[in-house]
């Protein structure tokens, strides 16, 4: 329905100029311009139709030659043939004169009626190729968003269940009871990362448990060296979030942040949702990125990079990754999205 009367929108200014075209003529009442100037816009409009239909069909090509503009001024005189046809036949059913004597009337502007004709199939055909463009542009970068979550995925499984692994090792021979809880964390952490679905965006609730899961079997490989800090806001954890963007923020902040510090640290987790944006903040208390300048360097690891990319394919520059870095006093990420709730 939307489209729809976009599409009706955009023909308006075209049928308002039609009106004054036809209030020009002598004796032209309004109501019968408007009459005249809705059967030519409505031709047109229907005759756009086929130019649409003839877009997805004979594509835009790659590098432009002689035969692409031949074959849409072929179709674009067929259009305008058509559509004078259509105002002319229109035009002697209202005086109920012969079509081949209203011919004779229009032929004085009939070569203006061509040009307008073939300017209006440029018009649509140019906006059809914009808006099939655009489409294949948003389809990419959905692709690439989904390569980019398996990206993500595959970068969390080899090295994480490795360090996971070792600490469960250690930790069944010294805390068995514990050890079974770590083995249905980490099995419930495998189950989420290995999910195939079409969804690219989770509640942060969810989002949040996963991460939650992930710091504590983290916890249990470094001890006392990582602290971990939360201040979630409850009205955002049903906002949607791109999946694994907590994990990755938090990863980051414990394998470039705390664990490189013989003393370790505290990762800190904070989420707000101010004027219709949902802001997720991750920041750790190490040592920083070894720097010069301190403010909004590039983020570390790759996961930040395959995260931000992630964010700009899904949400077109409203969702950004914006990180400060202050050398011997921490790292900080800091996500932006609009909210969007289930």
Request: hydrophobic residues 50%; proline residues 5%; neutral net charge.
């Amino acid at each position: 329905m939307r489209t729809s009367l976009r599409v009706a929108l955009a023909w308006a200014p075209i049928w308002a100029m039609w009106v004054v075209v036809y209030l020009t003529r002598p004796g032209q009442s309004f109501a019968a311009a408007a009459v005249a100037a809705t059967v030519a816009i409505g031709a047109a409009a229907l005759l756009g139709l086929c130019a649409w239909w003839f877009t997805g069909v004979y594509s835009w090509p790659e590098e432009l030659e002689l035969r692409f503009y031949a074959v849409h001024l072929l179709t674009g005189s067929a259009f305008a043939l058509l559509w004078n046809l259509a105002i002319i036949g229109a035009d002697a059913a209202r005086a109920d004169v012969g079509l081949v004597e209203t011919i004779r009337r229009f032929l004085p502007v009939l070569p203006w009626l061509y040009i307008m004709g073939l300017s209006t199939y440029g018009l649509v055909t140019g906006i059809s190729y914009t808006v099939r463009t655009r489409g294949r542009l948003r389809a990419q970068e959905r692709l690439a968003a989904e390569a980019r979550l398996a990206a993500l995925r595959n970068q969390l499984n080899p090295h994480f269940l490795f360090n996971a692994l070792h600490s469960l090792s250690v930790l069944v021979r010294n805390d068995p009871a514990s050890a079974q809880v770590a083995i249905e964390q980490l099995g419930d952490m495998l189950r989420y990362t290995l999910t195939e679905t079409d969804a690219h965006e989770v509640p942060l609730s969810e989002e949040w448990r996963f991460t939650r899961t992930y710091l504590a079997l983290e916890q249990i490989r470094f001890g006392s060296r990582l602290g971990v800090e939360e201040q979630l806001a409850p009205e955002a954890m049903a906002c949607l979030v791109p999946a694994f963007t907590l994990q990755v923020l938090a990863e980051n902040a414990v394998r470039h942040g705390i664990a490189p510090e013989p003393a370790g640290g505290v990762v800190s987790i904070r989420s707000t949702v101010e004027d219709g944006t949902l802001i997720l903040e991750v920041s750790d208390t190490g040592a920083g990125a070894p720097t010069a300048s301190g403010v909004s360097e590039p983020p570390r690891g790759h996961g930040l990079m395959l995260l931000r990319e992630r964010l700009e394919a899904l949400h077109r520059g409203r969702g950004t990754l914006l990180t400060t870095n202050q050398p011997g006093a921490g790292f900080k990420a800091i996500v932006t999205l609009p909210v969007s709730l289930e």
